[in-house]
């Protein structure tokens, strides 16, 4: 094989171990291949100049020398100062002066209510995202990542704080988060770090603790939304996830100081509801019928608090501000009390998105209008038309987690940063018939979690981890104490490939927002590896049992069958256990009243 068809080759994305013992194996009987082997091993920007024919063959030989860093560094060089391939293999064969290791940064990427069922590092059922999984490739997948109370802005408060909701004081949305209390990023900056946000914030008090902040105003918009860039109040026109990005990268570049080991929090509204597409993306997945869920028709059996709240696709999402059939006639109309505020997000566009987003929902009102659905078709035409904006909006979403992903690898800067990508918790994609979240059932408690952390180990991750571990994990990283009060752990060694005896094997969660939005009951409860124990209160006093192993799907409440009292009794040892370990007071205050 000659290096003649070298390009062809170079395309190939895979770098594998198999690759390079292959090369050693044929190193002496096939010397052509074997150096062509290892070319394949280059990163990808180093490759792309192979290609393009900046760098020749003998220049990729040189590169394979050396470590990944140095490969970009020299390539790069070689390219600019015109280096011949003698003079590249000399630098290359330099010893390199040991340097002080730098501290690494932290790039912290959440999106609002992604679900892990539409990332395709978890199910490839609705969507690939080879973006968000090429972290997962290069990094890990936690497969049991969970959060302590399944709402935005409380879900933000225990990131920051390392602490659950009761603890932060930031139990519900109404709440406004006590920005003078200790914070992760606080503690960083005190070890060193910059640090900045951009992108959703949703915690109502203005944000502390960070060098540069660029935030939208509450839930946000997705069109040509409305910024506070530290302190002032600015309009951006665009769409919301690509200017996230572009704000992101901007700080990245431009901003910060790059003496210093940064931590930025990346949080994208996206893609909250109401799911708006970018108009690049409007056509996509035109032609895709997504599986109804096996539980879309659940009947709530048993399970009471699940029969009484209000997020059912069928009964409560609005056609005109869920679904976008805000009708230029005004013929459609609704009685969720959203219909003005449908037809309001379509006033915020410019002439070219109006016009873009006609093109795209005009037929399908039209179409809509004409078929007067009713029953089970409407049921599932609007699950149908729910999944397609929701898809549409994560595609933008991978998309822009590419764009920085590229600009990290281009400034060499992969090798000395943690990227974390997440969600602030997880959504139901129309099992159980809803959409939304709050509920302790798996698809709101369970959220996506994706690192990449140079030098770590690859694959999955199956210990229970929750997002007040973050702050623990950080600080550690950073080298900075972790305070006692935090209540999180730190899984920095989980992603060394450390097993400690002494993880977690339960899970404490409590949700609160009640009477709200969506009416789901105030709530707690505790999660094993099998098992899942629930205590609605409030305006009811109702268990519920569920057995994760037999029942995944959560839709048999056990907790009266006779035959559990042993395990109800573990199960409520338990949860006391945490309750006592997290400080909340909640059964006490129960028993009072």
Known sequence: VGYDCSSVLLRYRERTQTQEQAAERLGKSRPALANLLRLLTLPDPVRQMLIDGKLSAGHGRALVTVDRKRQIQLANLTVQQGWSVRQLERICAQPVKEESKKPMNILYIMCDDHSYQTISAYDNRFIETPNIDRIAKEGVRFTNSFVANSLSGPSRACLLTGKHSHKNGFTDNTKTFNGGQQTFPKLLKQAGYQTAIVGKWHLTSDPTGFDYWNILIGQGDYYNPYFIDNGEKKQIEGYATNITTDLAIDWLDQKRDKDKPFCLLLHHKAPHRTWMPDTCDLDLYNDVVFPIPETFYDKYEGRIAASEQEMSIIEDMDLVYDLKLADKENEIHTKTGLEKAGRAMYNR?????????????????????????????????????????????????????????????????????????????????????????????????RTPMLVRYPGGIKGDIPEMVQNIDHAATFLELAGAPVPEDIQGDSYLPLLKGEHPKDWRTSLYYHFYEYPAEHMVKRHYGVRTDRYKLIHFYNDIDVWELYDLQNDPMEMKNIYNEPGNEEIIKQLKDELHKLQKQYDDPIESELAKS
Request: aromatic share 16%; net charge negative; proline share 2%.
């Open 349 to 445: 566009m410019n002439p070219d998105q109006k016009a873009a987003w006609d093109k795209h929902y005009d037929p399908i009102i039209k179409d809509f209008k004409e078929r007067k659905l009713s029953d089970k078709a409407l049921a599932e035409w609007k699950y149908q038309q729910y999944m397609h904006d929701y898809i549409r909006v994560i595609h933008s979403v991978d998309r822009n987690v590419g764009r920085v992903l590229d600009y990290l690898e281009k400034n060499d800067m992969l090798d000395n940063t943690i990227i974390v990508y997440t969600s602030d918790q997880g959504f139901y994609m129309g099992e159980h018939g809803w959409f939304d979240k709050r509920f302790m059932y798996e698809e709101s408690f």
